[in-house]
C-alpha cells in the first residue's frame, strides 16, 4: 500500500520561507514521479488541486508551475525515498493544502496522495 507523509507545513509572513518534505513508501514503479499540488481553501469542489513542482525519478528532471518558478526548488533523495519542496519568497497567494502525490507522471489523475500539510502565509 502506497503511502505519502508530509511534514513541514505551517504559518509563514510573506517573504519568508519554509520547506516540505514527503517521505514516500510501498509503491512498486521502477519509474516514477513525484511532487506536490496545492489546493487553496475554499476551492475543493471547483477546482482541480493546482501543480506546484514535479520531479522524476530517473533523471530528477523538474518541472514547476510559473506561479512558483524562481522561488520554489524541488529535490529528491532517492535512497530514502524522500522528496523536499524549499519555498522562498513565500506570497500570501501560496497560502494553500499542498498535497505530495506519486504518479507515472505530473499528473492528478490515478496519483497516490499524501494527508496533506497546510501553508499559511499571512502578515
Known amino acids: 500500500q502506497v503511502q505519502l507523509v508530509e511534514s513541514g507545513g505551517g504559518f509563514v509572513q510573506p517573504g519568508g520561507s519554509l520547506r516540505l518534505s514527503c517521505v514516500a513508501s510501498?509503491?512498486?514503479?521502477?519509474?516514477?514521479?513525484i511532487g506536490w499540488f496545492r489546493q487553496t481553501p475554499g476551492n475543493e469542489r471547483e477546482q482541480e488541486p493546482e501543480?506546484?513542482?514535479?520531479?522524476?525519478?530517473?533523471?530528477?528532471?523538474?518541472r514547476y508551475s510559473d506561479s512558483v518558478k524562481g522561488r520554489f526548488t524541488i529535490s529528491l533523495d532517492k535512497a530514502e525515498n524522500t522528496v523536499y519542496l524549499e519555498m522562498n519568497g513565500l506570497k500570501p497567494e501560496d497560502t494553500a493544502e499542498y498535497y505530495c502525490?506519486?504518479?507515472?507522471?505530473?499528473?492528478?489523475?490515478?496519483?497516490?496522495w499524501g494527508q496533506g500539510t497546510q501553508v499559511t502565509v499571512s502578515s
Open positions: 502525490m506519486i504518479n507515472v507522471d505530473c499528473y492528478p489523475h490515478g496519483a497516490h
Open positions: 501543480r506546484a513542482a514535479c520531479i522524476a525519478s530517473g533523471d530528477e528532471r523538474t
Open positions: 510501498g509503491f512498486t514503479y521502477d519509474y516514477y514521479v
